[in-house]
């Protein structure tokens, strides 16, 4: 049982009646309780296993509560709380860790979207929109409610999961293109001809991330910080295949040797070393993403640089702030 299935299944058990001893208790509780698991933590996501059991995990669920219940009643929320059993069907209790506090229990529902996002509202314009992280979006709609009585937190919730508007998701496709090429096209392998082995791999590492991001954002989802931004490829409906040729980019390969015995035959289109594995996949993914920026109507450049593309993405901007934002800005 992983982490999600496990505390949707001591809410039910133990959650629900504590719940209906706190409704008995306090009637204007009654209506005002929502229940599930997001936020921090890879069983939000879903991609918990046996080495994630080692620090904050365990039988337990969050109680959310809208600002003014909570500050009347969370107390002995909390209380009631604390009273339900550590251990559940032979799984131990929570073991907490300094970095894992408040991340279950009784909280604020206004203040579980603020610590998260800085706001206790959806984005109400473009650039509020845009001054978003990726990653503290995908913490906000993981996981999974249970109840939700008063709707609050759904609502929240749905507003943040209907994803972009689409010019900002265009704004960041144009980036992560002009990313992509920048970083993976273009200085990997001009980094690789000067033997800057460090600075290579540093562009390895931008074009990974940009890569994972630009999937995301194809898609439609909100990119994970980099512990499972890649991970998180596996469940997409578009370009699944960039999972594994990511992980065959990272494989080890002898790179230094492919451009010590490179011979100009070697080298497609004068610029892409055949012989060199990591830039051949770095440029079978940046086709991928091409062919997949065509399907979804957002290119029609002719290039096979991705930053042709970032440039035909940003012409599809209709806001001319967004428009008129850096290329790589986003």
């Known amino acids: 049982m992983n982490g999600l299935a496990l505390a949707e299944r001591y809410f039910e058990c133990c959650g629900k009646p504590m719940l209906a001893e706190l409704r008995a208790r306090y009637p204007a509780l009654d209506g005002q309780f929502c229940a599930g698991l997001a936020g921090h933590g890879s069983e939000c996501f879903g991609f918990d296993d046996v080495w994630s059991e080692d620090h904050d995990f365990g039988p337990s669920f969050c109680l959310w509560l809208p600002k003014r219940v909570f500050d009347a009643y969370g107390a002995a929320c909390q209380k009631a709380y604390d009273a339900l059993p550590g251990e559940f069907e032979g799984r131990p209790a929570r ?22 996002i800085g706001r206790e509202t959806a984005p109400r314009d473009l650039s509020e929109w845009m001054a978003l992280p990726e990653e503290r979006l995908a913490l906000a709609v993981n996981g999974k409610v249970f109840l939700d009585e008063p709707g609050i937190f759904s609502r929240m919730r749905s507003a943040l999961q209907a994803f972009y508007p689409e010019d900002v998701r265009l704004k960041k496709i144009a980036a992560r293109a002009a990313a992509m090429a920048q970083s993976g096209q273009y200085n990997y392998s001009r980094l690789a001809r000067r033997r800057e082995w460090t600075g290579a791999f ?31 490829l596996k469940d997409m409906a578009l370009l699944p295949e960039i999972y594994d040729l990511l992980d065959q980019l990272t494989a080890p390969f002898d790179s230094r040797s492919a451009w010590e015995t490179a011979q100009p035959s070697d080298f497609l289109l004068g610029i892409i070393n055949t012989k060199d594995t990591r830039a051949v996949l770095i440029e079978t993914i940046c086709q991928l993403v091409i062919r997949q920026l065509r399907e979804q109507g957002l290119s029609d450049a002719q290039d096979l640089y991705l930053e042709a593309h970032a440039l035909s993405v940003m012409s599809r901007i209709r806001d001319p702030r967004i428009a008129g934002m850096q290329l790589l800005e986003g």
């Not at 073991?95 to 603020?114: I, P, S």
């Open 202 to 232: 540093l562009a390895l590492d931008a074009f990974i991330r940009s890569t994972c991001s630009m999937v995301h954002l194809l898609n439609r989802r909100y990119t994970p910080y980099y512990k499972w931004m890649h991970r998180s």
């Open 95 to 116: 073991r907490v860790t300094a970095f894992g506090q408040d991340r279950v229990g009784v909280l604020c529902l206004e203040d579980f979207y603020f610590g998260l």
